[in-house]
């Protein structure tokens, strides 16, 4: 059979890596790493590489190591290794004991260094990093070769073990591969795999002063830990020749397999540790984990259920082709999952005061009212009923228009869980702003057990005021209007804007922090904390796609 017809449905990644177990390439044995450089936190494209390499590795029940790169000590810190662990765990990944880091591996990949200026292939570079840099060549032209490049390999092998004891200064000799400075491949033109860098590595210490680069370091960690297929993103297209180089020329105990596939960009967002490092330390948001940002922490903090960063990462598969994706489908996906999980609750989120002035006063009743609308199973809640009731301000229209069914002078609703009323008086203040609705209730129309047949055409949420509770909640639109942002793009002015006076349903006082809900008819909302019986919610995403709407009334 064909791997075409065998693997059929498969994404292209998967269908090589059947094809390499079947056909028994490293013994048939696989193994996956995802890489991260812990010089910032995890963002959502780094989800979708998670899912890959811990998702494939599950499927075969192998190993995928959680691999830090940490081959540049002067961006790298701790707080960033232990928010990535946090957010692997997070998304449901174990690494269990296939922990590793670059630094694990420095002596041996300082010792395959030393194989290379053994087998004349690699010199040391005396060069200024101004010279190198001039000399490599451009697209169209060839480089030209050091003068330092037929070195003697001894003299190689002293100057090499000297850098290393530290007896020069940063940037006075690097390390290059011999391979070839006319290659079409720039990648190829005798690239540099070690340099000089006096600067303490937060696992090492002062033990090295030369660090490899990363091509060296990405390649030899694979192999030396046993990796079988190396996944990453497309960038690295033009290093595979490198990456085979490195494998071809030393004695390593496996040969890994590199893989490409794009990166997953995401519209009114940036998907880069560098632009998001910027954002945080110029105070455009609150810290990584500000709930406007496409960081697993920030999504976190917004809501958003890990599940639901999964199946998003699913919808997007896994292709070659650069893309962009729209935010909607993100928003979809979490709505989706949300629907079905959460309780419904009544909070109002602009109240205007109504008070049911046929309604006995002082009196309170209890309403039953169904937690999901789908599921019985996920039970219901008693509702307080009184004469002061709070309902938005956007349900009641003075002078409405021919679509506008909600409530109006005259005109009728129904109380979501309760009882028809009608607005028989409006009360506005000295600026004529609406401040209070006088209403009437019909007692035959309770919900559930009333006598009446009366329909009116559209129902809405309330809270009893009497028995609200209070605290404040936070909407958020995109991080930036412009769908593809670079680092001059202002931030947008609504993507956080607080709601300052809210009135929450009584049930409300039990929730625990981190719990969800939808608020009917706002969205769903995540109790973010909880300070002098205050209650404070972060929106996760509104019910539809306003989103579409918004951008088109902006257009
Ligand atoms: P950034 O530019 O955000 O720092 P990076 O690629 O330098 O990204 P790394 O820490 O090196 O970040 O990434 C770890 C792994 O995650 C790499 O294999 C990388 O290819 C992958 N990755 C990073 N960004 C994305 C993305 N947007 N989509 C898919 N995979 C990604
Ligand atoms: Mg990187």
Same mark, same amino acid.
């Given at each position: 059979?064909?791997?075409?017809?065998?693997?059929?449905?498969?994404?292209?990644?998967?269908?090589?890596?059947?094809?390499?177990?079947?056909?028994?390439?490293?013994?048939?044995?696989?193994?996956?790493?995802?890489?991260?450089?812990?010089?910032?936190?995890?963002?959502?494209?780094?989800?979708?590489?998670?899912?890959?390499?811990?998702?494939?590795?599950?499927?075969?029940?192998?190993?995928?190591?959680?691999?830090?790169?940490?081959?540049?000590?002067?961006?790298?810190?701790?707080?960033?290794?232990?928010?990535?662990?946090?957010?692997?765990?997070?998304?449901?990944?174990?690494?269990?004991?296939?922990?590793?880091?670059?630094?694990?591996?420095?002596?041996?990949?300082?010792?395959?260094?030393?194989?290379?200026?053994?087998?004349?292939?690699?010199?040391?570079?005396?060069?200024?990093?101004?010279?190198?840099?001039?000399?490599?060549? @451009?697209?169209?032209?060839?480089?030209?070769?050091?003068?330092?490049?037929?070195?003697?390999?001894?003299?190689?092998?002293?100057?090499?073990?000297?850098?290393?004891?530290?007896?020069?200064?940063?940037?006075?000799?690097?390390?290059?591969?011999?391979?070839?400075?006319?290659?079409?491949?720039?990648?190829?033109?005798?690239?540099?795999?070690?340099?000089?860098?006096?600067?303490?590595?937060?696992? @090492?210490?002062?033990?090295?002063?030369?660090?490899?680069?990363?091509?060296?370091?990405?390649?030899?960690?694979?192999?030396?830990?046993?990796?079988?297929?190396?996944?990453?993103? $497309?960038?690295?297209?033009?290093?595979?020749?490198?990456?085979?180089?490195?494998?071809?020329?030393?004695?390593?105990?496996?040969?890994?397999?590199?893989?490409?596939?794009?990166?997953?960009?995401?519209?009114?967002?940036? @998907?880069?540790?560098?632009?998001?490092?910027?954002?945080?330390?110029?105070?455009?948001?609150?810290?990584?984990?500000?709930?406007?940002?496409?960081?697993?922490?920030?999504?976190?903090?917004?809501?958003?259920?890990?599940?639901?960063?999964?199946?998003?990462?699913?919808?997007?598969?896994?292709?070659?082709?650069?893309? @962009?994706?729209?935010?909607?489908?993100?928003?979809?996906?979490?709505?989706?999952? $949300?629907?079905?999980?959460?309780?419904?609750?009544?909070?109002? $989120?602009?109240?205007?005061?109504?008070?049911?002035?046929?309604?006995?006063?002082?009196?309170?009743?209890?309403?039953?009212?169904?937690?999901?609308?789908?599921?019985?199973?996920?039970?219901?809640?008693?509702?307080?009923?009184?004469?002061?009731?709070?309902?938005?301000?956007?349900?009641?229209?003075?002078?409405?228009?021919?679509?506008?069914?909600?409530?109006?002078?005259?005109?009728?609703?129904?109380?979501?869980?309760?009882?028809?009323?009608?607005?028989?008086?409006?009360?506005?203040?000295?600026?004529?702003?609406?401040?209070?609705?006088?209403?009437?209730?019909?007692?035959?129309?309770?919900?559930?057990?009333?006598?009446?047949?009366?329909?009116?055409?559209?129902?809405?949420?309330?809270?009893?005021?009497?028995?609200?509770?209070?605290?404040?909640?936070?909407?958020?639109?995109?991080?930036?209007?412009?769908?593809?942002?670079?680092?001059?793009?202002?931030?947008?002015?609504?993507?956080?804007?607080?709601?300052?006076?809210?009135?929450?349903?009584?049930?409300?006082?039990?929730?625990?922090?981190?719990?969800?809900?939808?608020?009917?008819?706002?969205?769903?909302?995540?109790?973010?904390?909880?300070?002098?019986?205050?209650?404070?919610?972060?929106?996760?995403?509104?019910?539809?796609?306003?989103?579409?709407?918004?951008?088109?009334?902006?257009?």
């Amino acid at each position: 059979m064909s791997d075409k017809k065998k693997y059929r449905g498969k994404d292209f990644i998967r269908q090589m890596i059947h094809h390499d177990v079947d056909s028994g390439v490293n013994d048939g044995r696989l193994a996956t790493r995802f890489p991260p450089e812990p010089n910032g936190y995890l963002h959502i494209g780094h989800a979708l590489s998670i899912c890959i390499n811990f998702g494939i590795a599950k499927e075969f029940d192998a190993p995928c190591y959680l691999r830090f790169d940490d081959t540049n000590p002067a961006k790298e810190s701790d707080e960033y290794v232990n928010s990535i662990m946090e957010d692997v765990k997070w998304l449901g990944f174990d690494w269990g004991n296939d922990l590793a880091h670059a630094s694990d591996y420095f002596d041996s990949i300082h010792e395959f260094a030393i194989e290379l200026i053994e087998k004349d292939l690699a010199y040391v570079d005396s060069q200024t990093s101004e010279e190198i840099k001039n000399s490599r060549g @451009t697209l169209n032209a060839p480089g030209t070769k050091s003068p330092y490049r037929d070195r003697p390999i001894s003299e190689n092998l002293g100057l090499f073990d000297r850098m290393k004891n530290g007896e020069f200064e940063n940037g006075e000799h690097v390390l290059r591969a011999k391979i070839d400075m006319s290659s079409p491949n720039i990648n190829l033109r005798d690239p540099i795999i070690y340099r000089i860098l006096h600067l303490d590595h937060q696992r @090492t210490g002062s033990k090295w002063c030369i660090y490899p680069m990363y091509d060296f370091a990405h390649t030899l960690s694979d192999a030396i830990e046993g990796t079988t297929h190396s996944l990453c993103t $497309l960038e690295f297209e033009d290093h595979r020749p490198l990456y085979e180089w490195f494998l071809d020329n030393l004695d390593l105990p496996t040969r890994p397999r590199q893989i490409e596939f794009s990166r997953l960009n995401l519209e009114h967002t940036i @998907t880069s540790k560098r632009k998001l490092a910027d954002l945080v330390v110029s105070g455009h948001v609150s810290g990584w984990d500000d709930p406007r940002m496409p960081t697993l922490s920030g999504l976190r903090k917004r809501g958003y259920p890990a599940s639901a960063i999964k199946e998003f990462c699913n919808r997007v598969g896994i292709t070659k082709k650069d893309k @962009t994706i729209e935010m909607s489908l993100l928003e979809s996906t979490v709505r989706e999952e $949300l629907d079905s999980s959460c309780n419904r609750v009544m909070a109002i $989120l602009n109240p205007l005061k109504v008070t049911i002035k046929n309604y006995p006063e002082g009196e309170t009743e209890m309403l039953d009212a169904r937690n999901h609308p789908k599921d019985k199973e996920m039970g219901s809640r008693q509702l307080p009923f009184s004469q002061n009731i709070l309902i938005e301000k956007d349900d009641f229209m003075e002078s409405p228009n021919e679509d506008f069914f909600r409530l109006s002078p005259g005109a009728e609703v129904r109380l979501r869980y309760a009882y028809i009323i009608r607005c028989d008086e409006v009360i506005k203040d000295e600026n004529g702003e609406i401040v209070e609705l006088i209403c009437s209730y019909d007692p035959e129309t309770k919900s559930g057990t009333g006598t009446s047949n009366k329909k009116v055409k559209s129902a809405i949420h309330w809270v009893s005021s009497d028995h609200s509770v209070s605290g404040n909640v936070n909407l958020f639109e995109t991080l930036y209007n412009d769908p593809n942002p670079d680092s001059e793009s202002p931030i947008n002015q609504n993507s956080m804007v607080e709601i300052h006076n809210p009135a929450f349903e009584k049930s409300l006082v039990d929730a625990v922090v981190g719990s969800r809900f939808q608020f009917e008819r706002n969205g769903y909302f995540i109790l973010n904390t909880v300070e002098d019986e205050r209650l404070s919610f972060n929106r996760i995403v509104t019910l539809k796609d306003t989103w579409a709407k918004i951008q088109k009334k902006k257009g």
